[in-house]
């Protein structure tokens, strides 16, 4: 993984704890930062103007960071070059499950300011999006694109079922799940937890999955494999099938009342 930006010193602690740390300790994944200031031609290491035509903000050079793609070492496999823009392709768990299956090299350009120059969109394979709002720059989009593919590389995770589990892998939400004591708050662990019934709480997290994915989600619904057993149980919470679709729903229920109905559906 390389990451072209401006800003090198916000990568500083992300080697220093967690998924990434593991990943680079066990020798699962490589990090590169690239200073894109180091590629600028003028003594301020300028890697900003005003925009051609006027208006307000700044630009991003293009020149900065072409030369920096340019002087990218050959690549051992196919290497990806992508944009962090809030104009690209919203990001979810599919394409970075895709992308640690393929292996190669991922180039994440950091954009900044009000924008790039359009010609760095010639030297670019597709521009990422972390969803429909505005940060400061791709820094931070960039860290959670490195975090979430990090952890789904084999070896980085003590269990790579953990992550295969996660909300988005099945494209269901994850449902509810609990830990030591069987008694909090005055809730109580479900039974079929504590049942040792290994298809039963199959079916419960199963079950468990589609309500909050109903409740919270139920567009995701339209593209989730579902079983004829799925399909009723989904009907049973008022979902009207896929010939009516899934229309929004917005929950008023309280986080322990939702808990309190995950922990009925056993």
Do not use: N
Request: charged content about 30%.
């Amino acid at each position: 993984m390389t990451v072209l930006t401006g800003f090198p010193a916000l990568f500083a602690s992300l080697d220093a704890e967690g998924i990434v740390r593991i990943a680079l300790q066990r020798g699962c994944a490589e990090l590169r930062i690239v200073d894109l200031r180091e590629y600028a031609r003028d003594r301020h290491r300028t890697i900003d103007d005003y925009p051609y035509g006027g208006g307000p903000g700044m630009i991003m050079k293009a020149g900065p960071v072409l030369r920096a793609l340019a002087a990218l070492p050959p690549a051992e496999g196919p290497r990806e070059r992508l944009l962090l823009s809030p104009q690209g392709r919203p990001l979810v768990q599919r394409d970075l499950a895709s992308r640690a299956a393929r292996g190669g090299e991922l180039v994440l350009i950091c954009g900044r300011y009000k924008g790039v120059d359009e010609r760095i969109r010639s030297r670019i394979d597709g521009e990422i999006s972390l969803g429909d709002y505005v940060l400061s720059g791709g820094e931070l989009a960039a860290m959670v694109m490195i975090d979430g593919l990090y952890r789904l590389i084999p070896g980085v995770l003590g269990d790579l079922d953990s992550a295969r589990g996660d909300s988005f892998s099945s494209g269901l939400l994850d449902g509810a799940w609990y830990t030591r004591p069987e008694e909090c708050d005055g809730q109580r662990v479900p039974e079929v937890l504590l049942s040792g019934h290994h298809a039963e709480i199959r079916q419960w997290r199963r079950r468990s999955a589609l309500r909050r994915t109903w409740e919270r989600r139920p567009e995701l619904l339209t593209g989730v494999a579902l079983s004829d057993e799925d399909r009723c149980f989904l009907r049973s919470l008022g979902w009207p099938g896929a010939a009516g679709g899934a229309p929004a729903r917005v929950s008023t229920e309280t986080p322990h009342a939702e808990r309190r109905r995950d922990a009925a559906d056993e």
